[in-house]
């Protein structure tokens, strides 16, 4: 039996990169699962699943409560009902304090921390009727961040703080809330970011030098780690953070 046979997923910010592989890695596990993105092209990441599992594509820009709202009632309807939410849609943000403009900001937030939000608030209900379970993807920027971050660190916190106050509120319900805290992963946006250094190659040298296992993890091993939490495997974890970071947090730098 597999880890997620019977059960019916639905993950954002799915089309590419982590999402799309956590979308992978819940197919494998024997779930059943919705990908939502604004990005047209997860219709493709869906088409491919489904020739191995049960795997459904809606358009959603998460930072609009109607369509949040349609989407998770669509894909509810489709699956017949969900089992699990994964809240992967986020966007990097790379702003000065002083330069960066209020439409920036609530621009950041909207994606990053208030999207999570509006998918928890759309999909509990149902969730609570089968002792669902939430995954949030945060990152190891919550807690520990570099300099020219502003404000991503700020809205993982927050996505952090979302987690535990979930977790508190929602146990008596049966309903579980953890978070997957990522470091350096290999996927657009980290690509994205070593492009806007002054020497990349320089760079991810030095950023590999410094990662205890030498390495990045890849999308996948970040899927596999949502899959767990959302199994009943992890049926004593609530209001937990787990580090996904090829030992990054736990290095003192030198």
Request: hydrophobic letters at 50%; glycine letters at 10%; aromatic letters at 6%.
């Amino acid at each position: 039996m597999s880890a997620l046979d019977g059960k019916s997923v639905l993950v954002t910010g799915a089309a590419r990169g982590i999402g799309a592989a956590i979308a992978e890695a819940v197919v494998e596990a024997g779930g059943a699962v919705a990908l939502l993105d604004i990005d047209a092209s997860g219709a493709d990441t869906a088409a491919a699943l489904s020739d191995r599992g049960d795997a459904h594509f809606f358009t959603c820009d998460v930072r609009s409560l109607e369509e949040v709202e349609r989407a998770v009632s669509a894909a509810e309807e489709t699956l017949g009902g969900l089992d699990g939410l994964v809240n992967n849609a986020g966007i990097n943000a790379y702003f000065d304090a002083v330069a960066m403009s209020e439409a920036d900001w609530d621009s950041v937030f909207a994606v990053d921390l208030k999207a999570a939000w509006m998918l928890v608030k759309a999909a509990l209900p149902g969730l609570i009727g089968r002792r669902g379970a939430i995954v949030n993807v945060s990152s190891i920027q919550a807690r520990l961040t570099l300099r020219g971050f502003f404000p991503y660190a700020a809205a993982k916190a927050g996505l952090e703080g979302l987690t535990r106050s979930l977790a508190l509120d929602y146990a008596e319900a049966g309903v579980r809330v953890n978070a997957i805290a990522p470091g350096y992963t290999e996927t657009h946006l980290v690509r994205e970011w070593l492009g806007l250094q002054d020497d990349p190659e320089a760079t991810l040298k030095r950023v590999l030098e410094n990662i205890p296992l030498g390495r990045m993890a890849t999308p996948r091993e970040i899927g596999n780690a949502v899959v767990f939490l959302l199994s009943d495997q992890a049926s004593a974890i609530t209001g937990a953070t787990l580090a996904v970071d090829c030992g990054t947090g736990a290095r003192f730098a030198t």
